[in-house]
């Protein structure tokens, strides 16, 4: 078998054009656009990375973007100061703080202080509450870009054995509450493997869709996944190549190669989930500024 590959830059291009048309009515009907404001703080290259790839999205879909850049010695109250700035500004509907913080600031006070209401990482308390209660307002974009992509590929979710590998709050705890909920795209039955996990091979090869959010690359290999899986790579990480200019390469946590030979369809890595999530982030910015307007 020779799995298919979901494309996720061709699932994000078609999200674009739904936010693009969403953002072309938004202007029609209240004359301005929405605003995102990214808070980028010290001189990690991912961080920066990242935000770029966001900048370059929003321009795409007509969003207005901005981004706020500090020097890594910013102080927890100068950094709650610009949140609270950007919660009082009407023309920011989505604030975004770029993680992870440095170490001398306090990331979940800093969560803490951003409008629930644009709050578009979705990891204010209120609405991971929200998501808990099966009532999301925003949930985090990696997430709902998995979600979307197994949407796209037509993957049966109801009843569907889904198996999360990685617990953290960005990505494996919101992920495994978004597959619970009713609706399309879910109603799963749905296990999270974690580094307290005795046997996390025999959890995997139960899975009819494998999700793996462990940060480490490897970490699955063909022996661990279930024959005919869908399997969704979210890991993302460098590693030395010196046949490469850079010296590196980005590899997923999954052994793509081997993986490929028993999966029925897999995300690749670089090119799967990563532009699905810049995608749906502008997604949650869109909705943010319908919210501000229904109020």
Do not use: W
């Not at 992870?100 to 204010?124: C, F, N, R, S, Y």
């Not at 609405?127 to 049966?156: C, D, S, W, Y």
């Not at 790579?233 to 028993?262: A, M, N, Q």
Request: glycine share 10%.
């Amino acid at each position: 078998m020779t799995a298919r590959i979901i494309n996720g830059r061709e699932v994000a291009s078609k999200v674009h054009q739904e936010v693009a048309a969403g953002v072309e009515e938004y202007r029609k009907l209240n004359g301005g656009v929405p605003g995102l404001t990214a808070v980028l703080i010290g001189d990690d290259p991912a961080s920066h990375s990242y935000v770029r790839g966001k900048e370059r999205a929003c321009e795409k879909v007509g969003i207005n973007t901005d981004t706020i850049r500090r020097d890594a010695s910013i102080t927890q109250e100068e950094l709650i100061g610009i949140v609270e700035d950007l919660n009082n500004d009407p023309k920011v509907h989505g604030i975004l703080v770029q993680l992870p913080l440095p170490e001398h600031l306090d990331e979940a006070g800093v969560i803490h202080a951003i409008d629930p209401m644009k709050d578009v990482d979705g990891l204010h308390p209120e609405n991971a509450g929200l998501l808990v209660l099966g009532k999301p307002r925003f949930a985090p974009a990696t997430p709902l870009g998995v979600q979307r992509m197994l949407i796209e590929e037509n993957v049966e979710m109801k009843g569907a054995r889904v198996v999360i590998v990685g617990r953290s709050k960005l990505v494996g705890m919101p992920l495994a509450l978004l597959l619970l909920q009713k609706g399309p795209g879910a109603n799963s039955t749905v296990t999270v493997c974690h580094t307290g996990t005795k046997d996390i091979a025999a959890e995997t090869r139960r899975a009819d869709v494998l999700i793996v959010a462990a940060g480490m690359p490897g970490t699955i290999t063909a022996d661990m996944v279930n024959a005919g899986a869908v399997v969704i790579d979210v890991g993302i990480s460098r590693v030395d190549d010196p046949t490469r200019k850079h010296g590196y390469r980005l590899t997923g946590d999954v052994e793509f190669d081997r993986v490929s030979e028993v999966a029925s369809a897999i995300s690749p890595v670089p090119g799967g989930v990563g532009p699905v999530t810049i995608a749906m982030l502008l997604v949650n910015v869109l909705h943010a500024a319908n919210l501000a307007t229904s109020h």
